[in-house]
């Protein structure tokens, strides 16, 4: 009988099991609803909130925490553009204080904003607060009413007082005499906080979107 030879290098061949694979079945992509939920950041959003405006010795100057709180739109100029960005961002619930900067508040003290005035400009202010129209020397301010915070009579004009004045626009302008002499009377129309490291402690109540049909708005829990 003869042997049938087979090479040693001869391999069966392998079976090989085909790979049964199911339908790829890929899962629906889930979307939060999109809604118009109000931010900080965001334009067109109504800020409630409590602050408490303080110097940086601590002395208060302002503060809504005893009574009810603020309320303003962002960018409608009510807080400086610089205390205004340090509270974006914040949630209703959420408080922080700041320490800010003169230049972050309201600015440096600007010399071109200290005017003189005649004296005899301010004859119209009486205890009575009678107005007074008259030429302001030529110092950039046609006229000016004269009715001041506590309406007192011109000889009692004191260094402090805080006056309304109008200018040619009769745009309202609020000055500080920061001296008296014979003749004249200088008043400073800088911020009186102008120049003054702050302190502002802020908590956000709620914001609310005005830039939706229906408002939305947030409050803090």
Same mark, same amino acid.
């Given at each position: 009988? *003869?042997?049938?030879?087979q090479?040693?290098?001869?391999?069966?061949?392998?079976?090989?099991?085909?790979?049964?694979?199911? %339908?790829?079945?890929?899962?629906?992509?889930?979307?939060?609803?999109?809604?118009?939920? %109000?931010?900080?950041?965001?334009?067109?959003?109504?800020v409630? +909130? !409590?602050?408490? +405006?303080? +110097?940086?010795?601590?002395?208060?100057i302002?503060?809504?925490?005893?009574r !009810?709180?603020?309320?303003?739109? @962002?960018?409608?100029?009510?807080?400086?553009?610089?205390?205004?960005?340090?509270?974006?961002?914040?949630?209703?619930?959420? =408080?922080? =204080?700041?320490?800010?900067?003169?230049?972050? $508040?309201?600015?440096m003290?600007?010399?071109?904003?200290?005017?003189?005035?005649?004296?005899?400009?301010?004859?119209?202010?009486?205890?009575a607060?009678?107005?007074?129209?008259?030429?302001?020397?030529?110092?950039?301010?046609?006229?000016?009413?004269?009715?001041?915070?506590?309406?007192? $009579?011109?000889?009692? @004009?004191?260094?402090g007082m805080?006056?309304?004045?109008?200018?040619?626009?009769?745009?309202?302008?609020a000055?500080?005499?920061s001296?008296?002499?014979?003749? !004249?009377?200088?008043?400073?129309?800088?911020?009186?906080?102008a120049?003054?490291?702050?302190?502002?402690?802020?908590?956000?109540?709620?914001?609310?979107? +005005?830039?939706? *049909?229906?408002?939305?708005?947030?409050?803090?829990?």
């Amino acid at each position: 009988m *003869t042997a049938t030879s087979q090479d040693p290098k001869a391999e069966d061949p392998a079976v090989k099991t085909p790979e049964i694979q199911g %339908p790829k079945i890929q899962a629906p992509k889930t979307q939060a609803p999109k809604t118009h939920a %109000p931010k900080t950041h965001a334009p067109k959003t109504r800020v409630t +909130l !409590h602050f408490e +405006l303080s +110097l940086a010795s601590g002395e208060v100057i302002d503060s809504t925490f005893d009574r !009810h709180p603020g309320s303003f739109e @962002l960018g409608d100029g009510t807080l400086p553009t610089g205390i205004e960005s340090l509270i974006r961002g914040m949630n209703p619930g959420e =408080r922080q =204080r700041f320490e800010v900067s003169p230049e972050q $508040a309201f600015g440096m003290p600007n010399p071109n904003n200290i005017q003189r005035f005649k004296r005899s400009d301010f004859a119209g202010i009486n205890a009575a607060g009678e107005d007074h129209n008259g030429d302001s020397g030529g110092n950039g301010h046609s006229n000016f009413n004269g009715e001041a915070q506590g309406r007192v $009579a011109s000889n009692e @004009l004191q260094v402090g007082m805080m006056i309304s004045f109008a200018d040619a626009a009769n745009t309202e302008l609020a000055g500080v005499v920061s001296r008296i002499e014979e003749d !004249h009377v200088e008043v400073d129309f800088n911020h009186p906080l102008a120049g003054r490291s702050l302190i502002f402690d802020a908590e956000i109540v709620a914001l609310e979107n +005005l830039d939706v *049909t229906e408002p939305e708005r947030i409050n803090a829990n």
